[in-house]
């Protein structure tokens, strides 16, 4: 029998007691689970803020052929922990060259571009967000904080980081202004209707 499709699930909520507990971020991971579970893959688990090892997070994301992202933005990023998990697990598969071997330039072929030198081909990355910037903040130039970018401008940090191993982006998914005038039931209900990307 065929061994399954496997994918990643990394939760990188980071709790504030009395502020910001992870229930919403949990829904949309446990969303995440319970399609690809219907769907017949291996499901593979790491909640940042719960430690990690990090061997295994790398043999995790070597087993994987998707992995998800599910974060708050915190201060227009993802929370410090899972910036120091990517610093953990990159430079850990970076310098054992599982994930890459160097950045793809070589003085023999000066046409090789800058990160293209990755080992993680044909695995597909997403981003899953909860905001409280409104929708109508971003692909608005008219907007003052955002001037006119889209989220996925707004997640080069995190989603280059998998590109330059190798990694296809799948478009992000979010949940917007979550403390006041957003639609949570609705996003959370529409979340499956996205992740049918990865059965293409």
């Known amino acids: 029998m065929e061994n399954p499709k496997k994918v990643l699930l990394i939760n990188a909520h980071l709790t504030y007691p009395n502020f910001s507990e992870g229930i919403?971020?949990?829904s949309f991971y446990q969303k995440a689970k319970e399609f690809f579970e219907a769907n017949n893959f291996?499901?593979?688990?790491?909640?940042?803020?719960d430690g990690y090892d990090t061997e295994q997070e790398v043999e995790k994301h070597l087993q994987a052929d998707i992995i998800i992202l599910q974060t708050p933005i915190n201060w227009f990023g993802a929370p410090w922990i899972y910036k120091k998990y990517v610093d953990d697990v990159f430079s850990s598969a970076g310098i054992?060259?599982?994930?890459?071997e160097n950045?793809?330039?070589?003085k023999e072929d000066p046409s090789r571009q800058y990160g293209t030198g990755g080992y993680l081909q044909g695995k597909k990355f997403m981003v899953s967000a909860t905001w409280n910037a409104p929708k109508a903040s971003f692909?608005?130039?008219?907007?003052?904080?955002?001037?006119?970018r889209s989220t996925a401008d707004f997640f080069i940090p995190i989603t280059s980081n998998?590109?330059?191993c190798g990694v296809d982006i799948i478009p992000d998914y979010n949940c917007y202004d979550i403390y006041k005038d957003g639609?949570?039931?609705k996003d959370l209900e529409?979340?499956?209707?996205?992740?049918?990307e990865f059965l293409v």
């Open 96 to 100: 054992s060259k599982k994930f890459l």
């Open 139 to 148: 692909d608005d130039p008219k907007q003052v904080l955002f001037q006119g």
């Open 190 to 196: 529409n979340y499956p209707i996205h992740l049918k």
């Open 103 to 106: 950045d793809g330039r070589t």
């Open 24 to 26: 919403l971020n949990a």
């Open 162 to 164: 998998y590109r330059f």
């Open 183 to 185: 639609d949570i039931s």
């Open 42 to 49: 291996g499901i593979l688990e790491t909640k940042v803020e």
